[in-house]
């Protein structure tokens, strides 16, 4: 069974081609015009040892919110089209993550409805050129199009990029928690029969 997906997106704004595979290694080539989230991105295939593959163009010149949230709108769409009835998944993913002085917290259910718990108390603030009020727009995009339940806790820290990188490392193995495959379960994970 391949559990991958492949997901083009473009728009007046962006132009995406974005690849996923669940049961990879961690490989990624990720180009995107936004720095930070290539660097973001990577980690999340390689921390989730998910094989991921992103060409993106977006329209920077106006700022990176669209290319940050349409990023978050393919990778949603790709899980849940990489996990597709979602028969034999955990469904439910969790992850403590320590990032030097930081220490982040990543809880996820692919329930099929979206809602984002976002605690992360950010300042209006910018990494090089990036701004970090665009990490909820990420995850809000991506919950909307995953249909996932995700609350994002920050537990404490002071450097904000290892702050931001703590979030993106957790949510990575709670994403690789929650796709597993577990050989008990039979159907999905649900007393419905369905997710």
Known sequence: M???ATIDRQTGETNIHLSLTLDGRGESRIDTPVPFMNHMLTLLSRHGFFD???AAEGDIEVD?????EDLGICLGQAFAAALGD???IRRYGAATVPMDETLASVCLDF????????NMDL????????DVELVEEFFT???NHAGANVHVNLVYGRNL???IEGVFKAFARALDEATGVDPRIEGVLSTKGKL
């Open 123 to 130: 300042p209006k603030a910018k990494l090089g050129t990036f």
């Open 52 to 54: 991921l593959t992103v």
């Open 2 to 4: 391949s559990r991958s």
């Open 64 to 68: 990176d919110h669209h290319s940050v």
């Open 111 to 118: 329930s099929g409805r979206a809602c984002l718990v976002y």
């Open 141 to 143: 995009a991506f919950c």
């Open 161 to 163: 990029h290892h702050m």
């Open 86 to 88: 979602k028969r034999g």
